[in-house]
């Protein structure tokens, strides 16, 4: 496969901790984890979940590689299954080679969440602790439409920096930040033209066992 990284991603920007790569994957780079993204899509559907709550959630997901995270009225978790019981598709190359590029560590990642957004979804500030371990890294790719990203602290309620992720952009989720409050408020529904019927993909890559 062509390199799928942009030679012009500089310095992360620093948001409480958290970076980000700015056109970090190219647009012939996004266009082939999209390809790959439909593939797992194909196998694995994306799918609406139930928080504990009860509450259905506006994000529609799916997932790659041993785990994948789903939630329902008996909790968040990694399951070796989908909830029809087939296992979840192999995490796709493209994807794995954005985790050796930017995750700093050699570990792989054993699981891959997909968000997809349309215009009214929302992902309120939460940490990623479903993990079995904190010390790997959480890394993510946006593609598609804008999405207003928001960082805060390690504990609720601290001051919060947001930026617009566009796509290609790359966000790390490590050492002391590793357990930063994050969220989605908002996309600009039909800011990209990567998805032909618009919307945003979020690709997060995890050590979740
Ligand atoms: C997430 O925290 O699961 C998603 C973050 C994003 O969509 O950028
Ligand atoms: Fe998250």
């Known amino acids: ?15 409480n ?4 790569w700015r056109g970090a994957v190219d647009r012939a780079g996004q266009e082939a984890i999209l390809a790959d993204l ?8 994306f799918r609406r979940y139930m928080t504990p709550g009860g509450r259905e959630m506006s994000v529609r997901m799916t997932a790659a590689g041993a785990v994948g995270w789903i939630t329902d009225r008996s909790g968040y978790r990694y399951d070796p299954v989908q909830p029809d019981g087939a296992p979840w598709p192999a995490i796709p ?3 794995l080679q954005l985790w050796a590029r930017y995750s700093g560590v050699d570990q792989p990642p054993d699981s891959c969440l997909v968000n997809f957004y349309e215009d009214a979804a929302r992902m309120g500030l939460h940490q990623d602790r479903d993990e079995a371990s904190f010390d790997w890294p959480v890394l993510s ?6 999405g207003l990203f928001r960082v805060g602290q ?3 309620g601290g001051p919060t920096k947001s930026v617009w992720l566009r796509s290609g952009d790359v966000a ?7 357990l930063a409050y994050h969220g989605v408020d908002r996309i600009k529904f039909g800011s990209s033209d990567l998805l032909a ?13």
């Open 17 to 20: 901790g958290v970076k980000v």
């Open 93 to 95: 190359d493209s994807v």
């Open 154 to 156: 390690t504990e609720r």
């Open 38 to 45: 439909r593939a797992v899509a194909k196998v694995a559907p």
């Open 197 to 209: 019927n618009g919307g945003r993909i979020n690709v997060t890559l995890r050590v979740a066992r």
């Open 141 to 146: 790719l946006s593609l598609g439409d804008e």
């Open 172 to 178: 790390l989720l490590a050492g002391a930040a590793r």
């Open 1 to 15: 496969m062509a390199d799928l990284f942009s030679e012009t991603g500089g310095a992360p920007v620093d948001l």
